[in-house]
Structures are given as structure tokens and as C-alpha cells.
């Protein structure tokens, strides 16, 4: 499991842990493992560090602390290292006498902004600001950051890249790009959520010793193999069909028949006994599927199932999104909504349900329930799915190039909220929600809770989608094959 801390649980841990270090150990710690990834990358860039160029963009905070030790360690192995400081006389006084000790130089901005500096270095390493930051960049701090991007040099973000939020994943203003990030104690949420996290570039996390005094539950987490590992159902040796859960496919319409198919393809991957399908598109989902049971009395007449989907090409159906919500309330059953079944389902009633909800909507989907602009949702991914889990009382998966699952709160407080590793530009193309939906129900009917049917769905639907595309466009059907060959890799530990 990869976990995220808020700014304010990290600053109380580090208070903790340093209280019980010589003062000054912690940055060393940091600026080591920072050297070390500097180390390492000019190796691949410059060949070797000694004789290497290297800029430290440099802040008035302790993240400029970090890049100048990490700095002087560069210096004293041969690097000519240079330190911009944004802010001179802020500069943080024991980082700036070890490069100095080194042999390191000084610029200001002004004088790195006239010169050829930025463009001429091997490594680019970004102090301007960390978890003291908010907001984009500002001042001089900003054209450095334009700069170093225009100059084509790598560039390593220290802990964060630089005028991203650190707790939101937002990015209000000019922002670093890095091609690495190197973060300390814990990941940070502006480094796995979009926009940010396209920002940071690879992430590097350096142990500093904090792990002790961090909170058991994050404010986010990313399932990794292992974990998915633990979750997909198994059947047993006493399983039949009825027994791996049964899930109903309530989708498609005259209109949209392709849809009802591609959610019976996921569901039929997703470890369900068996899919019944009830709604206008049976004869296309049986000539493509089989395996499939078709009813054609609609929601109720489908007979017993584990979970519902509803929504996927249901056009202007609002009679079977009231029907299924009917049908499963009755049953107690959960029940996915998604794509036209968000608009048509009637608020009050999803509130009202009992049984596990989940909400699969895209950002324009969420925006249209939230009633904001499809931006303001894409800037603000995770306060847009914590705002709609706690409006519906559901589960919501927000697509996105980060999906990101959010439950409402409950008794013990609120789950972190999980984001899914495994996203690709790949997986944006039609048809490709409609297999998550059938993919995710197929799971929830197994037995899974919404937050990890969605999140066990979205990270499957991903992997598939990276397996089935190896450097070549795809299509949703394809995205549907081959989730029984990311199901095995990660049954299989590969
Ligand atoms: N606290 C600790 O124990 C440790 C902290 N470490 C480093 O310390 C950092 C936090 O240090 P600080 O609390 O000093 O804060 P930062 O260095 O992150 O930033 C604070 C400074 O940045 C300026 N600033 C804020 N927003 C800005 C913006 N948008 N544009 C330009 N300047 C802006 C502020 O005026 C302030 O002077 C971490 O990110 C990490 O790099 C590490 O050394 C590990 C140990
Ligand atoms: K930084």
C-alpha cells in the first residue's frame, strides 16, 4: 500500500521525531537520500557526478535547506553546483555555509535570468518551496521555474514540485515540472492526484524515520499489487455460480445497445458465477455473450441477483433506474450507478438506501451532479468525490487519468481515500467506462465493499487496458479481454 499524509499530520510527526534527534539530523537524512538521487541521475545524464553542472533553485524555507546540503554532498564529489536564491537573505544559513564549505557558488535570480546557467546544467534540483508552500509560484521564483523547463535539463523536485498543493493535488498558478521527484517520510497527495501529480514526475520516497510516528489511517491511499492480491475473490471449493455472487446488468438501450454488451463483457471478468442481463439490448448481449442470462421482463422479473449496475446507455430510461433502485432496496442488495443512470437516478433515494451505493461518474458526469463547471472538478479531483460521496451517501469512483474512490463518512470516522495507480491515456476511449461499470458490479456482487469493488475494478480495468494496449491504440472490447491477464499477474505476484 502506498499511503498519504496531510501536511499537518507530517509536520506533527516530524515535531515528534525530531524531538528525539540531534537537532539538524533530520535534514541530513533528507539531503542524503536527495544527493543520492541526484547522484544517480546525473550518472545518466552527465556521466558521472565530478565535473557535472548543477543549479539549486533555492527558497527562503527548509526545502531550500534540503537542496543545498544535498548540494554541498555534490560539491564535495567533484559537481560544480551553483545555488539561486530567491530570497538571499532568507536563505537557510546552515545549508548555504556547507555549500560554500564545498566550493559551491552563489547567483541571484537575477543574475542566473541573464545568464546561460539554467540552460547549461546537467541537473536542475527545485528548493523553491515544499509542504510550506501554497499556491503557485511567486515572485522571481516563478520565470526560474519556466526556465529550467525551456533548458531541457533533468529536473529533481525536492519533497514536492514547487507550487503545487501538497494536500489537494491542485495546481492554482506556475508550478515545477520535474522529472523526479524525491519526497521525504511519506508521499504526499499532490503526488499521486492529477494535475500535480503529472508535475512530480517519477516519485523517489526516502525513509527519514518517520513511519513511527504517523497515524495508522492516511488521508489517502494507492492499492499496490499485494494489496489488490488479497482483495479479488476466489472461489472456493464448495462455489457454484450462485454461490461467487450473481450480478444484474440493467444497461443499454434500443439506442445504445453497445453499452449493455461492454458492461456484460467486464462483468463476466470480474469474478461473478454469473451475469444476468435485463433491458432492451438481449439479443445483441446473447449473440456476443452467451454465457449470459437474459431476461427480457425487465429489472424485477431478472430474477435474484448480488448487486445491480444500472445506467450505462440507459439514454432517457428513468423508469428502469427507478426500477432497479426499487428492486434492490427490496432485496437489500448494492447497486452501481453510472453514466445516464447519474442524472436519471433520484437523489433522495440513493440518500436513502441501505445497502452499499456506488457512483461511478467522469468529471463532466460529476459536475453536472455538483453543479460546477467540468473544470472546477478536474482541478480539484479530490475535494470534488469527498463533496459528492457525502451530498449521496454513496461510494463514488471519479474517473480520471487519477481515479479516485471516496466513501462517505461513517461511525469511525472517514476511510482514506484511495487512488488508483494503474490509469493510462489509453483507457479514454468508448465503450471504456461501460466495462468498468459491469467489471466493478461483478465484484461488488462477489461480496466486495464499494470502495474496494471500485478500487479492485478501477485498478484491474487499468492494468488490462496497459496489457491490451503495448504502445497501440485499443478498444473497450479489448480492455474487456484482457482483464483475465492482469487478473493473473496479479494473482501471481508478476
Ligand atoms: N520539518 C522537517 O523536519 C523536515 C523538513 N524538510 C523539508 O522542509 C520542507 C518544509 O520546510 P518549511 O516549513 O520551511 O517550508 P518550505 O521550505 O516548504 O516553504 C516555506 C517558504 O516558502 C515560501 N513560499 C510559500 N509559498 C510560496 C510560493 N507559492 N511561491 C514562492 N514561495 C513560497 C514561504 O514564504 C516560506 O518562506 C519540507 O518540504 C522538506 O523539504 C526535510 O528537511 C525533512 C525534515
Ligand atoms: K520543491
Same mark, same amino acid.
Given at each position: 500500500?502506498?499511503?498519504?499524509?496531510?501536511?499537518?499530520?507530517?509536520?506533527?510527526?516530524?515535531?515528534?521525531?525530531?524531538?528525539?534527534?540531534?537537532?539538524?539530523?533530520?535534514?541530513?537524512?533528507?539531503?542524503?537520500?536527495?544527493?543520492?538521487?541526484?547522484?544517480?541521475?546525473?550518472?545518466?545524464?552527465?556521466?558521472?557526478?565530478?565535473?557535472?553542472?548543477?543549479?539549486?533553485?533555492?527558497?527562503?524555507?527548509?526545502?531550500?535547506?534540503?537542496?543545498?546540503?544535498?548540494?554541498?554532498?555534490?560539491?564535495?564529489?567533484?559537481?560544480?553546483?551553483?545555488?539561486?536564491?530567491?530570497?538571499?537573505?532568507?536563505?537557510?544559513?546552515?545549508?548555504?555555509?556547507?555549500?560554500?564549505?564545498?566550493?559551491?557558488?552563489?547567483?541571484?535570480?537575477?543574475?542566473?535570468? %541573464?545568464?546561460?546557467?539554467?540552460?547549461?546544467?546537467?541537473?536542475?534540483?527545485?528548493?523553491?518551496?515544499?509542504?510550506?508552500?501554497?499556491?503557485?509560484?511567486?515572485?522571481?521564483?516563478?520565470?526560474?521555474?519556466?526556465? =529550467?523547463?525551456?533548458?531541457?535539463? %533533468?529536473?529533481?523536485?525536492?519533497?514536492?514540485?514547487?507550487?503545487?498543493?501538497?494536500?489537494?493535488?491542485?495546481?492554482?498558478?506556475?508550478?515545477?515540472?520535474?522529472?523526479?521527484?524525491?519526497?521525504?517520510?511519506?508521499?504526499?497527495?499532490?503526488?499521486?492526484?492529477?494535475?500535480?501529480?503529472?508535475?512530480?514526475?517519477?516519485?523517489?520516497?526516502?525513509?527519514?524515520?518517520?513511519? /513511527?510516528?504517523? /497515524?495508522?489511517? /492516511?488521508?489517502?491511499?494507492?492499492?499496490?499489487?499485494?494489496?489488490?492480491?488479497?482483495?479479488?475473490?476466489?472461489?472456493?471449493?464448495?462455489?457454484?455460480?450462485?454461490?461467487?455472487?450473481?450480478?444484474?446488468?440493467?444497461?443499454?438501450?434500443?439506442?445504445?445497445?453497445?453499452? =449493455?454488451?461492454?458492461?456484460?463483457?467486464?462483468?463476466?471478468?470480474?469474478?461473478?458465477?454469473?451475469?444476468?442481463?435485463?433491458?432492451?439490448?438481449?439479443?445483441?448481449?446473447?449473440?456476443?455473450? /452467451?454465457?449470459?442470462?437474459?431476461?427480457?421482463?425487465?429489472?424485477?422479473?431478472?430474477?435474484?441477483?448480488?448487486?445491480?449496475?444500472?445506467? @450505462?446507455?440507459?439514454?432517457?430510461?428513468?423508469?428502469?433506474?427507478?426500477?432497479?433502485?426499487?428492486?434492490?432496496?427490496?432485496?437489500?442488495? @448494492?447497486?452501481?450507478?453510472?453514466?445516464?443512470?447519474?442524472?436519471?437516478?433520484?437523489?433522495?433515494?440513493?440518500?436513502?438506501?441501505?445497502?452499499?451505493?456506488?457512483?461511478?461518474?467522469?468529471?463532466?458526469?460529476?459536475?453536472?451532479?455538483?453543479?460546477?463547471?467540468?473544470?472546477?472538478?478536474?482541478?480539484?479531483?479530490?475535494?470534488?468525490?469527498?463533496?459528492?460521496?457525502?451530498?449521496?451517501?454513496?461510494?463514488?469512483?471519479?474517473?480520471?487519468?487519477?481515479?479516485?474512490?471516496?466513501? @462517505?463518512?461513517?461511525?469511525?470516522?472517514?476511510?482514506?481515500?484511495?487512488?488508483?495507480?494503474?490509469?493510462?491515456?489509453?483507457?479514454?476511449?468508448?465503450?471504456?467506462?461501460?466495462?468498468?461499470?459491469?467489471?466493478?458490479?461483478?465484484?461488488?456482487?462477489?461480496?466486495?465493499?464499494?470502495?474496494?469493488?471500485?478500487?479492485?475494478?478501477?485498478?484491474?480495468?487499468?492494468?488490462?487496458?496497459?496489457?491490451? %494496449?503495448?504502445?497501440?491504440?485499443?478498444?473497450?472490447?479489448?480492455?474487456?479481454?484482457?482483464?483475465?491477464? %492482469?487478473?493473473?499477474?496479479? =494473482?501471481?505476484?508478476?
Amino acid at each position: 500500500m502506498r499511503s498519504a499524509y496531510s501536511v499537518e499530520t507530517v509536520r506533527a510527526a516530524e515535531r515528534e521525531l525530531m524531538a528525539r534527534l540531534p537537532e539538524g539530523a533530520l535534514m541530513q537524512r533528507a539531503a542524503a537520500g536527495l544527493a543520492a538521487a541526484c547522484a544517480q541521475v546525473l550518472g545518466r545524464t552527465a556521466g558521472r557526478v565530478y565535473g557535472s553542472r548543477v543549479v539549486l533553485l533555492v527558497g527562503s524555507g527548509d526545502n531550500g535547506g534540503d537542496a543545498l546540503y544535498a548540494g554541498a554532498r555534490l560539491a564535495k564529489r567533484g559537481a560544480g553546483v551553483t545555488a539561486v536564491l530567491t530570497a538571499p537573505e532568507k536563505a537557510h544559513s546552515g545549508g548555504l555555509a556547507a555549500l560554500r564549505r564545498a566550493g559551491g557558488r552563489e547567483a541571484t535570480t537575477a543574475e542566473a535570468l %541573464a545568464s546561460r546557467l539554467i540552460d547549461a546544467a546537467d541537473l536542475v534540483v527545485d528548493g523553491i518551496v515544499g509542504i510550506g508552500g501554497h499556491g503557485g509560484l511567486r515572485g522571481s521564483a516563478a520565470p526560474l521555474a519556466e526556465r =529550467a523547463a525551456a533548458a531541457g535539463a %533533468a529536473v529533481i523536485a525536492v519533497d514536492l514540485p514547487s507550487g503545487v498543493e501538497a494536500d489537494t493535488g491542485e495546481v492554482r498558478g506556475p508550478a515545477v515540472r520535474a522529472d523526479l521527484t524525491v519526497t521525504f517520510g511519506t508521499h504526499k497527495a499532490a503526488l499521486l492526484i492529477d494535475p500535480a501529480r503529472e508535475h512530480a514526475g517519477a516519485v523517489r520516497l526516502v525513509d527519514i524515520g518517520l513511519d /513511527p510516528w504517523l /497515524p495508522e489511517r /492516511p488521508e489517502l491511499e494507492a492499492l499496490q499489487h499485494a494489496d489488490v492480491a488479497r482483495l479479488l475473490p476466489r472461489p472456493g471449493a464448495e462455489s457454484d455460480k450462485y454461490r461467487r455472487g450473481v450480478v444484474g446488468i440493467a444497461a443499454g438501450s434500443t439506442r445504445y445497445p453497445g453499452a =449493455a454488451v461492454l458492461a456484460v463483457a467486464g462483468a463476466l471478468r470480474g469474478g461473478a458465477g454469473a451475469v444476468r442481463y435485463a433491458g432492451p439490448a438481449g439479443d445483441a448481449v446473447l449473440a456476443r455473450y /452467451p454465457e449470459t442470462l437474459v431476461s427480457d421482463g425487465g429489472p424485477r422479473r431478472a430474477g435474484r441477483v448480488q448487486a445491480w449496475v444500472v445506467g @450505462p446507455g440507459a439514454g432517457d430510461d428513468a423508469d428502469t433506474v427507478a426500477e432497479v433502485l426499487d428492486v434492490a432496496g427490496e432485496a437489500d442488495v @448494492p447497486v452501481l450507478i453510472d453514466a445516464d443512470g447519474l442524472r436519471l437516478a433520484d437523489p433522495d433515494v440513493v440518500r436513502s438506501r441501505t445497502a452499499p451505493t456506488l457512483l461511478t461518474p467522469h468529471a463532466g458526469e460529476a459536475a453536472a451532479l455538483l453543479g460546477v463547471d467540468r473544470a472546477e472538478v478536474e482541478s480539484a479531483r479530490l475535494a470534488a468525490a469527498r463533496e459528492l460521496a457525502e451530498r449521496y451517501r454513496a461510494t463514488v469512483l471519479l474517473k480520471g487519468a487519477t481515479t479516485l474512490v471516496a466513501a @462517505p463518512s461513517g461511525r469511525d470516522g472517514t476511510a482514506p481515500v484511495r487512488v488508483n495507480p494503474t490509469g493510462t491515456p489509453w483507457l479514454a476511449t468508448a465503450g471504456s467506462g461501460d466495462v468498468l461499470s459491469g467489471l466493478a458490479g461483478s465484484l461488488l456482487a462477489s461480496g466486495l465493499s464499494a470502495r474496494d469493488a471500485g478500487s479492485v475494478g478501477a485498478y484491474l480495468h487499468g492494468l488490462a487496458a496497459r496489457r491490451g %494496449a503495448v504502445g497501440a491504440p485499443l478498444a473497450a472490447q479489448d480492455i474487456a479481454s484482457a482483464v483475465p491477464d %492482469a487478473w493473473r499477474d496479479i =494473482a501471481s505476484g508478476s
